[in-house]
């Protein structure tokens, strides 16, 4: 079971929590600046009533930034009854600023920063004879706008990054959604070609022994044993594949036979032609298998020969074939590089797919020091392959 990570500790702060951390903050800040600013105002309403709206502004400032920002604008422009304000007001109206930069778009934060700074130059007035604070009140609400403005732009980055990531996760689970899907036709079609093949088998089996039933009936008795077979092994195949393929409308294109364990020399031939001379070796006595189990067994040794070709680093490959009683195993080894071939690829969930489909198990790896293997072990009982008996001219 995967663990989330721990978020961190503001984001596990209730809207509760936040409200008490800005009271303690405005409390302590209330008290600091009645020690510091508000003592030196007279008379003492006009001092309270400034404080109040200060640390009004300050509390609001987390929830509504510009109601805030317009507070302690306010108490700005009451400068001019005492010179004291300004210092009352300033760090309210910075942090509001900060907020304002910080929730809101550039443009609508510059627009409040510049209704902010007319704050600063209140301090100047009434006659403008002195500069007042207007520098050092401008370059700190500058400073806390510009910090608001970093705060935003790196909260949408990192917004537009976990969504990238999400989308790209999106999309890579679809792809191997249709990756499996896409596998799952192909070998729905090929595995057509294999019951079509038998049906034929079963049809002309069928109309000859219909034919010679009443003169040769020891013929008829041997196509009825051929018929018998040839269905056998075909609803074997049929239920193994509709464990793992859905019910979709098949295009049965593709008329070619398909290969089998006999085509391996070919393959072979194909990958020295690509730069990977491969030796194939057989081992046990040899017999016919269910056709839809040697297509099988070519498609994982063809991949995994494409595998080496694309990432071993070699020019050698060995292919063994080992019929056992009970089964068939068929190993791609090579010298080459090891490490991980994509395991999540296309390719390897094709062959695990395939040998899935016959109940067999595949093992892919490294090998120890240099190399990589494919084994797939089948599940194969031995069977002899019917052979159709071609019905004899009739007279005309």
């Known amino acids: 079971m995967t663990i989330e990570p721990r978020p961190p500790l503001r984001h596990r702060l209730r809207p509760a929590h936040w409200l008490l951390l800005d009271g303690a903050a405005v409390a302590g800040y209330g008290v600091v600046a009645w020690a510091v600013v508000g003592a030196g105002i007279d008379p003492w309403p006009l001092a309270a009533g400034g404080l109040a709206t200060a640390c009004a502004a300050l509390l609001a400032a987390r929830w509504s930034p510009v109601s805030a920002a317009a507070a302690a604008l306010l108490l700005f422009w009451l400068s001019p009854l005492s010179d004291q304000f300004g210092w009352l007001a300033v760090l309210p109206l910075a942090f509001a600023v900060y907020r304002v930069a910080e929730r809101h778009r550039t443009r609508p934060a510059l627009l409040v920063l510049a209704a902010a700074v007319t704050g600063p130059i209140a301090t100047a007035l009434p006659s403008f004879t002195h500069v007042g604070a207007v520098l050092p009140f401008g370059l700190l609400l500058a400073a806390a706008w ?3 403005v970093a705060v935003h732009q790196h909260r ?6 976990l969504r990238h990531r999400i989308r790209r996760v999106e999309a890579e689970a679809e792809a191997a959604r ?3 899907a896409d596998e799952r036709i192909r070998i729905a079609r090929e595995l057509h070609d294999v019951v079509a093949h038998s049906m034929s088998v079963i049809t002309v089996q069928a109309g000859y022994g219909r034919l010679v039933a009443d003169r040769q009936p020891a013929r008829a008795a041997e196509a009825l044993a051929a018929i018998e077979t040839v269905g056998r092994e075909s609803l074997v195949e049929l239920r193994r594949v509709l464990g793992v393929l859905r019910d979709q409308d098949q295009d049965p294109a593709g008329t070619a036979p398909a290969p089998g364990l006999a085509d391996l ?3 072979a031939a194909q990958t020295g032609a690509a730069g990977v001379d491969v030796e194939v070796t057989v081992a046990g006595a040899a017999r016919p298998l269910a056709a839809g189990l040697e297509l099988s067994a070519y498609r994982v040794v063809q991949e995994a020969l494409t595998n080496v070709v694309k990432h071993a ?11 056992l009683d009970d089964a068939l195993v068929v190993e791609v080894t090579d010298d080459g590089l090891g490490g991980e071939r994509n395991p999540d690829g296309h390719g390897l969930t ?8 016959f109940g067999g198990t595949l093992r892919v790896g490294p090998l120890p020091g240099r190399g990589f293997q494919v084994r797939a072990c089948f599940p194969a009982s031995p069977a002899a392959a019917p052979q159709a008996t ?6 005309a």
């Open 350 to 357: 094709g062959m695990r797919e395939r040998v899935a489909v």
């Open 146 to 148: 510009a910090a608001g």
């Open 313 to 323: 680093g070699t020019v050698d490959a060995t292919v063994a074939v080992t019929y």
């Open 156 to 161: 949408r980055y990192t917004e537009e990054v």
């Open 390 to 395: 071609t019905p004899p001219r009739t007279a």
């Open 265 to 267: 020399p070919y393959l």
């Open 178 to 180: 249709r990756r499996g």
